[in-house]
């Protein structure tokens, strides 16, 4: 019986292939995408100094964010400007308010702008899919720290490991991942 965390390699190269190849596809050659696991603050200063000619634009937001435990993130980047992408990886049989709350609350504090929900093999609980399709601020939430407006864009979506593909629920404000990779496309073509 697998546990979540041996699905995450599967999981991030599907995306990582499916953005890039969205980034090809519009021309968009000079944006990178670099992983880590776990401590977010810890991986994202070893991913930094691996690749500081595209990374270091990212040096001090990662020096002030706090540690935080992730499943998966990305740093998205021109080398010039950043964004950070988290998915929060889970294998329940429906996924709730609880694990919606959780990735919620991990681009709050990190100031991460996109953030996925995925539940593997399984969806949303009737709660969680009510509120996303009745209530949009949930996953497209606007905040304001120290005088600076944010933004943090959320989906949801199923991973089916016997397709090793997606299933897309039509949950949150990323609908798919080519929605994901123009959202990400449009913030580098400004």
């Known amino acids: 019986m697998r546990n979540e965390v041996s699905y995450y390699p599967e999981i991030q190269s599907f995306i990582e292939m499916q953005l890039k190849s969205n980034f090809r596809a519009s021309n968009q050659m000079g944006i990178f995408v670099y992983w ?3 401590e977010l603050k810890k991986n994202l200063l ?20 706090p540690p935080l435990s992730l499943d998966i993130f990305a740093i998205i980047t021109d080398g010039i400007k950043f964004e950070l992408l988290i998915l929060e990886i889970k ?22 702008k996109y953030g996925l929900l ?19 601020h949930m996953s497209h939430i606007q905040t304001t720290v120290k005088g600076k407006s944010c933004e943090h864009i959320l989906g949801f979506m199923q991973w089916n490991s016997y397709t090793n ?15 994901l990779s123009e959202k990400i496309i449009s913030e580098f073509a400004k």
Request: contains cysteine.
């Open 46 to 65: 070893q991913i930094i100094d691996e690749h500081p000619k595209e990374c270091s634009c990212a040096l001090e937001f990662a020096k002030r964010v």
């Open 165 to 179: 593909n997606f299933e897309y629920s039509s949950l949150g404000n990323i609908k798919s991942l080519s929605d």
């Open 36 to 38: 880590g696991i776990g």
């Open 91 to 112: 294998l329940v049989k429906s996924a709730g308010l609880k694990e919606w709350s959780q990735l919620v609350g991990y681009c709050l504090v990190s100031g991460a």
């Open 118 to 136: 995925i539940n593997i093999d399984n969806g949303s609980s009737p709660r969680l899919t009510q509120t996303l399709h009745s209530e949009q």
